[in-house]
């Protein structure tokens, strides 16, 4: 791949979306697996379905509608993205990240991350919401690899605080004000499509996870390099492999997202008209 291919196809993407709008967010928000409805809370100005951006990747997954809203919440200037891709979709991990990176250069300066997990933490209830402290990136693809981008960030970020502890204290002060027992944690992605074994869980559970996804940690970093500050936060859907007393499914994660809607919807609403 050229030095700046990557580049190249966020800014056409960019400048696709600038032929559509003028519109500059404050806050880019990603809704995992069915939490797409949170998008009816934003006072929206435009749609953009994904399919009618010049090179976006478009979302597969069942519960991700595939659309760029934007808008207002409170007074914040906020974009949301009503699912998002994967790597396991058969994207590559560039293309993964791409979104972020397009809503950093559209003027976000926050990356509001949400997602549908398994529960490695004995502690953990399906249900549960749990705000990320750290991640263990090491069994995905690191998106920073290949030429680095300058127009982001530095070659070699540090990542001692991907999670911003000043968003993350907000965060923890709204989830005690609206009534969540927000748990804290360290989530690890693997590449999915597959859930994972019993085996790897316990592997996982051994390493320090907490809870375990197929997505948001790259999307984390791509937006660290790029000086966003970030936020995330986990809907524990159900308990993982090996701790779940029956197999895991498809809908199982997408009913969980659905009955903890209302409660996300409080604490996000909540937290983002403070940042």
Do not use: W
Not at 20 to 34: Q, R, Y
Not at 77 to 100: F, N, Q, S, W
Not at 101 to 127: D, E, H, Q, V, W
């Amino acid at each position: 791949m050229a030095e700046n291919a990557v580049y190249e196809k966020v800014k056409r993407c960019y400048d696709d979306i600038r032929r559509k709008t003028d519109f500059e967010p404050e806050v880019a928000l990603v809704l995992g697996s069915g939490l797409g409805d949170f998008a009816d809370n934003i006072e929206v100005e435009g749609v953009i379905d994904y399919k009618d951006i010049d090179g976006f990747p478009v979302s597969t997954a069942p519960g991700h509608a595939g659309q760029l809203i934007y808008g207002t919440l409170g007074e914040k200037k906020i974009i949301c993205m009503k699912g998002r891709v994967h790597y396991y979709e058969g994207y590559p991990i560039t293309d993964v990240v791409l979104p972020a990176r397009l809503m950093k250069l559209m003027g976000a300066k926050i990356l509001f991350l949400t997602n549908a997990s398994g529960g490695i933490n004995p502690s953990f209830r399906a249900g549960d919401f749990m705000m990320l402290t750290g991640h263990i990136s090491s069994f995905v693809p690191n998106p920073l690899i290949g030429p680095n981008i300058m127009e982001f960030g530095v070659r070699f970020p540090d990542m001692t605080y991907v999670y911003d502890p000043a968003l993350n204290d907000i965060l923890r002060t709204t989830a005690k004000e609206v009534g969540i027992n927000l748990k804290e944690g360290v989530y690890i992605q693997t590449t999915g499509p597959s859930y994972e074994s019993p085996a790897e869980i316990r592997m996982f559970k051994s390493m320090g996870a907490d809870a375990v996804g197929m997505s948001t940690v790259v999307e984390a970093i791509a937006a660290h390099h790029a000086r966003m500050r970030v936020v995330a936060v986990s809907c524990i859907a159900n308990l993982a492999a090996g701790i779940s007393e029956h197999p895991l499914t498809e809908e199982e994660v997408l009913e969980a997202g659905v009955n903890a809607a209302p409660k996300f919807k409080e604490l996000l609403i909540s937290a983002i008209k403070r940042f």
